[in-house]
């Protein structure tokens, strides 16, 4: 759907049910750099054996408008399910010769119905989805009410919201894709995102300072560290740029603290000369490089990998360094 619907806050809601159902998951959000509008999604694929990566077959779709039917098509089958909203969006689904099952899904409606403002729409989505994959509400209920924990209102809006997607779906006929015992879950499935597993880890290793000049796709690790700061103990700066960024994290790498510091390429492009100054002085220095697609700029809210041989070879002359 479009920015701004609420689709990342929903994504992550199944996912954390998902995984206290004890399966293993995968998410794959992809958004354009807008506030409102544009194509966003929000894919998890999850199940009860491990998972690397994401994939193309989609079993469920909710398409909160028109453009997710034409977009998605492709990644459809004779066995998947599409959830949509006829009504809001005036969708005539026969046009779109679509494979597998729809089922019109008024959300909007029914967010209005439970007192809920439009973009809770999402978390109607969201209830019948957990009936489609056979999923447990009341687990959904418990995920809800920590993700908005202290926010009494919204938690029983969404609540009410979710309820009236799953009877809603119940009534109309659908049946479940499958059944979902809920198996144990473990410390193991704790659901993170990729910046939050790299913040542990620098904790886990004992780091003490954190300084970084925001850079997505790097700037959750900043805001991360900067919400836990008091109770981890350690020391994060909000620095002018990333010049100052690197050569703070070097000035205590001196003083005998252990630091990282995080950016994207363009922001790594200005850390050169300090990574040549901490080859020279032989000053230990961690920097995350959170890899944007395409040159100059970029491509600012995805990820890739095409920094690599930049990393391996930046600053002048040969001194250790070891990209992971």
């Known amino acids: 759907g479009y920015a701004g619907e609420g689709i990342m806050t929903t994504g992550l809601l199944f996912s954390k049910t998902a995984s206290r159902h004890g399966w293993y998951i995968f998410d794959y959000p992809e958004y354009p750099s807008l506030i409102r509008g544009g194509h966003n999604t929000y894919q998890v694929h999850a199940g009860k054996n491990h998972i690397h990566s994401q994939k193309i077959a989609l079993n469920l779709l ?40 729809s089922a019109n899904l008024p959300m909007i409606r029914l967010a209005s119905e439970v007192g809920g403002e439009r973009v809770m ?37 969404n609540q009410k919201a979710a309820k009236a997607g799953y009877d809603y779906i119940q009534k109309s006929g659908v049946r479940p894709l499958i059944g979902v015992e809920p198996l144990k879950p473990t410390a193991d499935l704790a659901p993170m995102t990729g910046n939050e597993a790299i913040a542990l880890g620098a904790l886990a290793g004992g780091l003490q300072f954190y300084v970084a000049y925001p850079m997505t796709p790097s700037s959750s690790i900043l805001h991360f ?33 252990r630091s990282m510091v995080a950016t994207s390429g363009g922001g790594f492009c200005y850390m050169v000369e300090a ?36 990393l391996i070879n930046a600053s002048h002359d040969e001194f250790f360094r070891k990209p992971i």
Do not use: C
């Not at 990644?75 to 679509?98: A, G, R, T």
């Not at 978390?123 to 202290?150: E, H, K, W």
């Open 225 to 257: 560290l900067a919400e836990t700061a008091r109770m981890t103990k350690i020391v994060v700066k909000h620095a002018e740029d990333e010049i100052s960024a690197a050569n703070m994290a070097l000035g205590a790498s001196f003083a005998g603290v």
């Open 62 to 101: 909710v398409a909160l408008n028109r453009d997710a039917l034409e977009f998605h098509r492709d990644e459809l089958d004779e066995n998947s399910l599409i959830i949509y909203d006829q009504e809001d969006d005036n969708i005539d689904i026969e046009k779109y010769n679509l494979p597998g099952k």
């Open 275 to 310: 990574l040549g100054e901490s080859g020279v002085s032989e000053l230990p220095l961690v920097i995350v490089e959170s890899m944007r697609p395409g040159p100059a700029l970029g491509m600012p809210t995805w990820t890739a990998q095409s920094d690599l041989k930049f």
């Open 121 to 157: 729409g999402n978390n109607v989505a969201l209830g019948a989805s957990i009936f489609a994959l056979g999923l447990d509400l009341g687990i959904l209920d418990q995920v809800i009410a920590d993700v908005f924990a202290g926010k009494k209102e919204i938690i029983n809006l």
